[in-house]
């Protein structure tokens, strides 16, 4: 078996709406199918990725919070290849969201900041 790249990466939101507003209107992704399963009270939002990979927003009635901080086992964070973090890091500023300092990368010296989305999921700006 070779793999050959990720198809998606699954997000499930607490605010449906507001989660979709961040990242097709802050983040800039496009739709691809929005579908509502009436048996689940549950809406699936497929968006494209530049790359061609897709990230999947999910609704569920009342989920569970998801611990983050201290760090808890699983998927640590999504990280999104910026040509320029600081350019980046000011547009999400302007549109009122919050990023860390910009760091470097100890081994690659390339610049990183982490934010968050609408459910404090942390999400980071790593510069090509």
Do not use: W
Request: glycine share 6%; hydrophobic share 45%.
């Amino acid at each position: 078996m070779e793999l050959q790249r990720i198809h998606h990466a699954a997000i499930i939101a607490t605010d449906y709406r507001k989660s979709k507003a961040f990242y097709t209107q802050v983040l800039g992704l496009g739709i691809i199918a929005e579908n509502y399963r009436a048996e689940r009270r549950s809406y699936k939002l497929d968006l494209a990725l530049p790359d061609g990979g897709q990230l999947e927003l999910f609704s569920f009635p009342d989920p569970p919070a998801r611990p983050s901080r201290p760090e808890a086992a699983g998927l640590r964070h999504l990280a999104f290849v910026v040509a320029d973090v600081g350019e980046a890091v000011a547009e999400l500023a302007a549109q009122g969201v919050f990023v860390e300092d910009v760091r470097v990368d100890e081994y690659t010296g390339k610049r990183f900041a982490f934010f968050a989305d609408p459910d404090d999921l942390p999400l980071e700006l790593y510069e090509a």
